[in-house]
């Protein structure tokens, strides 16, 4: 097993990367033409996620050139190269790109280290909120909020009560509406993105059970920010670690995001 240094000076990297690559798609949001296109796989796409793939990678290319990437807007890797990397990118350059085209503000900018399986460092950026969550597993994490930095730490946090749930706003799952029905008493908040990652680490909820379709770019970034804070991410019925380049399909298993005293509690 190698190990892998990443550091809070490499963080603040992607940090910049992240936010310049917000700034590229701003320069989108603020046109009437989004440059709408319908992907293969029938979700949309649109001229920022584009902008703002192009701004990432040049960053990565300039920063980190031995390090590979994996971008939902290059995932045309074979599994053969990929399952030979111990370490890399792994970029969602807009995630919640429906509640980009809705202009509702709930849409991000991902950029996540994964080393051997695991999502070891984040950066969530979303530009209309003007919120930058950032995380490195065993550092810590960190929200920028109209430029004040503050820390997360949900590692003792409680539940709250009645406790509060997050959920996709524009993918609505069966499958999570029967969860709801065996956890008692709770409040329910809808959310574009991989921002419901990030109410958890802000201790905004307690609980994201995503029991629907994700793809791994969608959830590597908020994961990292979310451990690094002190929640746990569990693939669900199974309650193992969640994690990535394990298979040739890049679709994650059901998975529930939340603070550990949700998976505490009796
Ligand atoms: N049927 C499906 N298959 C794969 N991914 C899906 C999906 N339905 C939704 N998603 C993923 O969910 C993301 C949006 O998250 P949410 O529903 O929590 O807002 C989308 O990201 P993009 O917007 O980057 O395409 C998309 O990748
Ligand atoms: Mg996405």
Not at 189 to 206: I, T, Y
Request: net charge negative.
């Amino acid at each position: 097993m190698s190990n892998i240094i990443f550091t809070v000076t490499d963080l603040q990297k992607i940090v910049t990367l992240a936010k310049d690559a917000g700034a590229a798609i701003m320069q989108v949001y603020a046109q009437s033409d989004l440059g709408v296109e319908v992907k293969q796989d029938d979700s949309p796409v649109t001229a920022a996620d584009i902008a703002s793939h192009n701004v990432i990678v040049a960053g990565l290319n300039t920063h980190f050139a031995d390090i590979a990437v994996m971008s939902e807007e290059a995932a045309d890797i074979s599994w053969a190269e990929r399952q030979t990397w111990q370490t890399y990118w792994l970029i969602d350059p807009l995630d919640g790109t429906k509640e980009f085209i809705k202009r509702n503000g709930e849409f991000t900018v991902n950029i996540a280290l994964i080393h051997q399986g695991k999502a070891i460092a984040g950066v969530v950026y979303a530009p209309v909120l003007n919120k930058c969550y950032s995380g490195v597993i065993g550092q810590g994490a960190w929200l920028e909020h109209n430029g004040q930095v503050s820390i997360l730490d949900i590692h003792d946090r409680a539940l709250q009560s009645p406790a509060i749930v997050v959920g996709s706003r524009s993918h609505v799952s069966p499958d999570v509406a029967e969860y709801l029905q065996t956890i008692g008493e709770h409040q329910m908040l809808s959310v574009g993105s991989s921002l419901k990652f990030c109410m958890v680490a802000e201790g905004q909820a307690d609980v994201y059970p995503r029991l629907g379709l994700t793809s791994e770019w969608d959830t590597a970034a908020a994961q990292a920010v979310l451990e690094s804070a002190g929640g746990v991410v569990l693939a669900y019925p199974a309650m193992t670690p969640l994690e990535y380049n394990q298979k040739e399909n890049i679709l994650n298993p059901y998975f529930i995001a939340a603070s550990s005293a949700w998976f505490a509690r009796k």
